[in-house]
């Protein structure tokens, strides 16, 4: 009750990195594997198909976070957390989590029902993410505002990967 008490957005963070274990916690709340006999995730998954990826977004580079060994594998060299959303914050803070759906994972169906089960997905593990941010005392805001196209080139995903929404997650900051 406290931790749904305290749930709440917050677009002011702090540029303090987040230690490499509060990540770690913070992406296996999101969608890592809490039943290993079944491969069965934190978070539901239409049909059980996860087709989610979370990409992380950070100063060092982008890294895809690989739930199986709750590890990250890094992707790009490069600092693209301007490119995770329009807003001016995403670039300072330290963490930017990108939903990115891969529509090869979801069967033969018409390509609107990807996106609203890919968007249901993606709001069941965002929701994860507000949780533990506020058990844990971080700041998070789920966004919609993204330039995709920009974003999927820059992260050099496939045609059948798609960016459904981002998150931004760091120490609370200040008002100044």
Not at 31 to 44: F, Y
Not at 62 to 75: G, S
Not at 80 to 85: D, F, P
Not at 155 to 170: D, H, S, Y
């Amino acid at each position: 009750m406290e931790v749904l008490k305290d749930r709440q957005s917050s677009r002011v963070f702090s540029n303090e990195s987040l230690p490499l274990q509060t990540l770690s916690n913070l992406l296996w709340a999101a969608w890592g594997i809490n039943r290993p006999e079944s491969g069965k995730r934190t978070a539901p998954s239409a049909v059980n198909r996860q087709e989610m990826d979370i990409y992380v977004a950070t100063a060092k580079g982008v890294f895809l976070y690989d739930a199986n060994e709750n590890v990250l594998i890094p992707v790009i060299e490069e600092d693209i957390r301007a490119l995770t959303g329009t807003q001016d914050y995403v670039k300072d803070a330290p963490v930017n989590l990108v939903y990115v759906s891969d529509f090869s994972k979801m069967g033969d169906g018409e390509e609107h029902q990807k996106f609203v089960t890919s968007s249901a997905n993606t709001g069941f593990i965002a929701q994860n993410v507000y949780l533990y941010c506020a058990s844990e005392g971080l700041a998070t805001v789920v966004r919609g505002s993204i330039d995709k196209p920009a974003l999927e080139a820059a992260m050099k995903l496939r045609p059948e990967q798609k960016v459904i929404l981002a998150q931004t997650v760091g120490y609370p900051g200040t008002n100044e």
